[in-house]
């Protein structure tokens, strides 16, 4: 990629970044262009899809959810890796309003822009929840997928104004009913 294309196609994922943050996902394609002053032919360029959009924006940070629940796995207890990741995923997933709907579409379709990057979260978290459950510190009747949904859940409810306060502390009451000790450790 030449430079110039790369640095307007970093340019328009800050300003995507930006907007779907503020305004939500199904932000105007068109506006994410004005906002980043390219014509909408340049912004479908470098994006031809919401979703190829999003998938930009997610797979650096869902990167990142990977190789943290690796150095989790390598170095904390199974408890508090499973928790500290989980933690961060779910701030992941409240980073783009509106995303858990989309990623939760995306594990079933596999023609989906974001489907690979959502399989890979999703698979870091289950190796974190196994060796929960090896360790006999994590519920032995959830998997992976529930877990996914969990992050979708609370992710959800930190959408929410009205709940959105509560959002630490039922995070706690889901990390509860994930350990088999029932307690917290974040």
């Not at 262009?33 to 340049?42: C, K, P, Y």
């Not at 870091?124 to 032995?140: F, I, K, V």
């Not at 877990?147 to 630490?168: E, M, S």
Request: proline letters at 2%.
């Amino acid at each position: 990629m030449r430079a110039d294309a790369r640095k307007n196609r970093d340019h328009l994922l800050v300003v995507a970044g930006d907007a779907i943050t503020e305004e939500g996902v199904h932000v105007s394609l068109r506006d994410i262009a004005r906002r980043a002053d390219v014509g909408l032919a340049t912004l479908l360029r470098h994006f031809p899809t919401r979703e190829a959009l999003l998938d930009a924006l997610l797979r650096t940070r869902f990167d990142e959810l990977t190789a943290t629940a690796d150095d989790l796995a390598a170095s904390g207890s199974p408890e508090g890796a499973l928790l500290s990741w989980l933690a961060d995923c779910v701030a992941c997933t409240r980073e783009y309003r509106g995303v858990v709907a989309l990623m939760t579409a995306a594990l079933e379709d596999t023609e989906s822009a974001l489907h690979s990057s959502c399989v890979t979260m999703r698979a870091a978290g289950t190796r974190l929840l196994a060796r929960a459950q090896a360790a006999g510190t994590a519920r032995t009747d959830l998997d992976g997928t529930d877990l996914f949904a969990l992050v979708a859940a609370l992710a959800w409810l930190g959408d929410q104004a009205a709940l959105a306060p509560r959002a630490g502390h039922l995070f706690d009451v889901i990390a509860g009913a994930i350990l088999t000790n029932g307690g917290a450790a974040r």
